[in-house]
């Protein structure tokens, strides 16, 4: 079928400005949005620059904000969208280095602010593992999902208005080892994320939840953050 | 050009990549960097789904010494016995190490690692399928590639991310560098080091349907044979069985392990007539010729090229829990939920068994006689140990590639401690990548990259795919002359320095050429079946003349030298191959 | 951000439009009612403040209310009090009973509830400003 896609175009080498460029192309209902985009790179425009690798959602490069939500283009089907309009854009609030290329620098360096590793430097069992029931494990199981893909920060209208917000990656981050029974140093990140630019910045909007490709309720994990501040600031 | 030096570099940061980089970090005082032509985390580690081998015997009793013999036998006889001992002795360690750093994997009810069963796997010497696939749900590879990352996050490792390798530079034998590309800038660096290592994962791409990412174009294989080391086994290339129909999306083991059942077009389990005992549990290579024979003789659904892989048994409750990660992919890609219906899939090519010839310390062989070409280290997918031999068994890729990648992070460390000098860099040895780069962001040629990757693509699935012949690989043979005619005339139309991706997959596409041919040599040469490699005209297993290991290495003019290595058996002598 | 002058203006700029979803009403329409409510407390503040001045002069801005313009205004009143109140039952849900796993159908049964009180409120509010005999 033959299908349009609007594709945000920026070259910092030769544009002062983004703009808006069409491309008509003959596309089957089952393609991927990025199958839609590596056809049109192949065959009309060479210059077309985004990024992708493992093409089927684990990977989380090729986040990109498809028909006004962020998402990703290779978990999108042509056929999903029914009106047959397609407009593609970079993830909001990121800086755009190129086309659908955006700047992940801001990202990580507010991952980091969290403390985003496991910490645990007590003496670890000789020959076993750390001991942790499934009801422990199952606490977490959500939020080793991600794949900082970025679509939620990126569709945080919290996150555009402020640039010092934690945002909701950052925050599911914290989430998955301060409620991982064998982390030690949930007290540390509690203090970090109990800032007026951390946990108490979400204003349940919600758009987080709707454009997570893992389906990861990343408000609930906020929420559920914010009662452990409570539970252990009380 | 910029120069820049460092103690020990390493490419790909993968689980190989990242192992070897906390393993260096030990020591503080070494200057280690990391080279990813991807973010790190995107790497496709990270897309392993079933689980990780390790004879922990949490769920049930289970061995080291089963976990070898598996691993020899489904090998088809062709790893290396001795290597394959140190894999599954180190296994249980190398896995609690894992979950000390924080690797949140599924438990059992006592609160230790859960365990599932896997393809190959079996206790006592394959009298039973046995659960030894310690995993996360179905995104083991994810968990522990964000938990290595993290960790070496938190040492505050260099990364140089998003940074292409062009060439690797030796000279008499010992390894001095490499010349790279920062995609973000268009700008070439060269980076000297004391030690290199590659962990530059597999080369799948190159076969029209296939399980891996786009990043996997084996850069480092190419990059090495053209650099002048010797390339082992890489005539095996493993076709995993179930890949989403037409798509070559993975859908793990593990599906098979919880007890999904495959179907043909005759609603019938067919693999109780390949592997009686263990059935869907067979190797991949058996399960793959099954499927694949299956549909050439007309028994796919309605005719057509691909099975059934039927879930429905299992229960919505199981799915969610254990295979979410596939459910997903079913559902989005196929339009299909695996409690009612069935999964169309079919073969998909997926592993590279061969690569970089290195010995038990991950030091790269200079040739098949045990010389080492100093200073240079590879592990992982893009190694060849060799641990898998003819075949891979499932859960044993992430257990190698964390296991080897640290033991060479070991070797690199001790290297370093031994005090070596840096080697001198080879007057102009960064001008060949510097003219490269030059030639494709000039080039006005009327070939696509895209034209000429589909092509390769397409041939190599087609002739050097599941089932081989003479007539087919000497045919496809000759056409790569034609291939690097084509590629010489190849016009790129972005001819900037920013984030220049055409000029990347031109590139790229170079690379899966040069060891395309090379796995297309190598299977022509070998006149027999064993493993993943089957020839429809030399069906059987001949250990008296092909028990060896293929070492291939780039000739004067251009041409695939072969010449061939024999295995080292220890304790099991070649038996038959059942199941 | 590129492209916008100010950051208000991110969900409407033309880079930034973001499609809206149930949580992103919601959120908008808080604050907006939040923001009505102050302006009705303010106005209210004031016109109660004239008890101070006397009885005429209460009686003056009282008359006000019994115009037709702020008898609308009243309903609409209502309407945003009671959007508020509910959401805001929501929001407490999310924030401390794990609303967030349902939130979309917590705001869409709410909303009924709070269209049928809005409809009773109404028809009470109508029957006492028209009078039933002069």
Known sequence: MEIVLQIRRFNPEKDKKPFWQPFRINADPTWKMLDCLMHIKNEMDGTLTFRKSCAHGICGSDAMKINGKSTLACQRLVRDYKAGKFVIEPLPGFPVIKDLVVDFDCFFDKLRKVLPWFINDDPAPADSERIQSPEQAEKILESVKCILCGSCTSSCPSAWMNADYLGPAALLKAYRFIADSRDRAAGERIRIVNDHDGAWRCHTIFNCVEACPKEINVTDHIARLRLEIFSRKI | METIVHDVVIVGAGLAGLGAALEVGVDPTIDVAVISKVVPMRSHSGAAQGGIAAALGNEEEDYVEWHIFDTVKGSDYLADQDIAEFLASEAPRAIRELEHWGAPFSRTSEGKIAQRCFGGHTSEHGKAAVRRACYCADRTGHIILHTLYEQNWRRGVRFYSEFNVLS?????????????????????????????????????????????????????????????????????????????????????????????????????????????????????????????????????????????????????????????????????????????????????????????????????????????????????????????????????????????????????????????????????????????????????????????????????????GIFRNAADLKGLLARFGEFADRYDRIGITDRGKIFNTELLEAIELGNMITYSRVIVEGALARAESRGAHYRTDYPKRDDANWMKHTYARRGVDGKTLLDYKPVAVTSYQPMERKY | MDGIKYKWMAPFSEHFRYRFHTGMVAWGAHRLTGIGIVIFIVVHIWSISHLGSGADSFNTVMALYNTPLFKVGEIILYGTILFHALNGLRIISVDFFGGARYHKKLFWGLMAVGVILFLIGVWTMLNRAIPMNV
């Open chain 2, 168 to 464: 690797l530079i030796i000279e008499d034998r010992v390894c001095r560098g490499v010349v790279v590309y920062e995609t973000a800038t268009g700008e070439l660096k060269v980076i000297r080091a004391k030690a290199v290592m590659f962990a530059t994962g597999g080369y799948a791409r190159a076969f029209h349907i296939t399980s891996n990412a786009h990043a996997n174009t084996g850069d480092g294989i190419a990059l090495a044979y053209n650099a002048g080391a010797p390339l082992e086994d890489l005539e095996f290339v493993q076709f995993h069985p179930t890949g989403l129909w037409k798509m070559g999306i993975l859908v793990t083991e593990g599906a098979r392990g919880e007890g999904g059942l495959l179907i043909n077009g005759n609603k019938e389990r067919f693999m109780e007539r390949y592997a009686p005992t263990v059935k869907e549990l067979a190797p991949r290579d058996m399960v793959t010729r099954a499927i694949q024979t299956e549909i050439n003789e007309g028994r796919g659904i309605n005719g057509e090229d691909y099975v059934y892989l039927d879930l429905t048994h299992l229960g919505r409750a199981a799915l969610e829990e254990r295979l979410p990660e596939i459910t997903s992919f079913a559902k989005i890609y196929m339009g299909v939920d695996p409690a009612k219906d069935p999964i169309p899939i079919q073969p998909t090519a997926h592993y590279a068994m061969g690569g970089i010839p290195v010995n038990k310390n991950c030091e790269v062989e200079a040739d098949n006689k045990g010389n080492l070409i100093g200073g240079f280290y590879a592990a992982g997918e893009c190694s060849c140990v060799s641990v898998h031999g003819a075949n891979r068994l499932g859960c044993n890729s992430l257990l190698d590639a964390m296991l080897f990648g640290r033991r060479a992070g070991v070797s690199m460390r001790n290297f370093m401690r031994s005090g070596p000098a840096l080697a001198t860099w080879p007057k102009s040895a960064e001008d060949k990548a510097a003219q490269k780069v030059a030639k494709l962001l000039a080039s006005t040629g009327k070939e696509k990259v895209s034209t000429l990757r589909q092509n390769l693509q397409g041939e190599m699935k087609n002739r050097c």
